[in-house]
């Protein structure tokens, strides 16, 4: 299934009121951006309102925004000024069609057990030698926030096992941060940059 009929619904419900919350600074996403060609065509997983594909549309690249809620789609094609589509994780079907995907705080909402499949879905879509991000709240078991939201909360042990069963990866790096959500909770953050290996 790959997404959370509850955790849609939260976003979709608080879409205008999500898209106004501060954000972290730009600067993961330039320092990723380094490594992706002049022009390069990036998907864009879970948008939210935008701010990412705007900063990566400023910069001249090629960029396919995408959310898994209808009314954050919306909320972020209003302020982009252009089209962002409505994708859930189990509708990406693209054979090595990006050079980059963007995936910022939204696969950690991939039902566990699906997870794998969603990220074999991601190393399909990407060309040879494409750069892909992720991050995840770290943690050892699922489940929900004070919010409802699903989380997959992984360990670092098992992300990893979960990348290497999806496809062939170059680990560029994992790290980690601290951060405050939509709920106001601390997390830890896992960073997760690799390249798709093809040989």
Not at 96 to 114: E, I, M, T
Not at 176 to 193: E, K, L, Q, Y
């Amino acid at each position: 299934m790959s997404f959370d009929d509850a955790t849609i619904k939260f976003y979709g419900q608080h879409a205008a009121a999500y898209a106004e919350r501060p954000m972290a600074p730009l600067t993961r996403l330039q320092r990723f951006l380094q490594g992706v060609p002049p022009r390069g065509a990036i998907l864009e997983l879970g948008c939210g309102a935008g701010r990412h594909s705007a900063e990566m549309i400023a910069a001249g690249f090629d960029v396919r925004p995408t959310d898994g809620s209808q009314q954050m789609a919306a909320e972020a094609a209003r302020r982009l000024g252009r089209p962002v589509e409505t994708l859930l994780f189990s509708q990406l079907d693209d054979d090595r069609r990006y050079d980059a995907v963007w995936a910022s705080a939204c696969l950690l909402h991939v039902p566990k057990p699906d997870l794998q499949s969603v990220l074999m879905r991601i190393w399909r879509a990407l060309k040879a030698d494409g750069l892909f991000y992720a991050s995840f709240k770290e943690g050892e078991a699922d489940g929900r926030d004070t919010l409802g939201r699903y989380y997959n909360y992984p360990s670092e042990a098992w992300l990893r096992q979960c990348y290497e069963a999806a496809g062939r990866w170059h680990f560029l790096s994992l790290d980690r941060s601290r951060s405050r959500g939509f709920d106001n909770r601390p997390a830890t953050m896992m960073h997760v940059v690799v390249r798709k290996a093809v040989t």
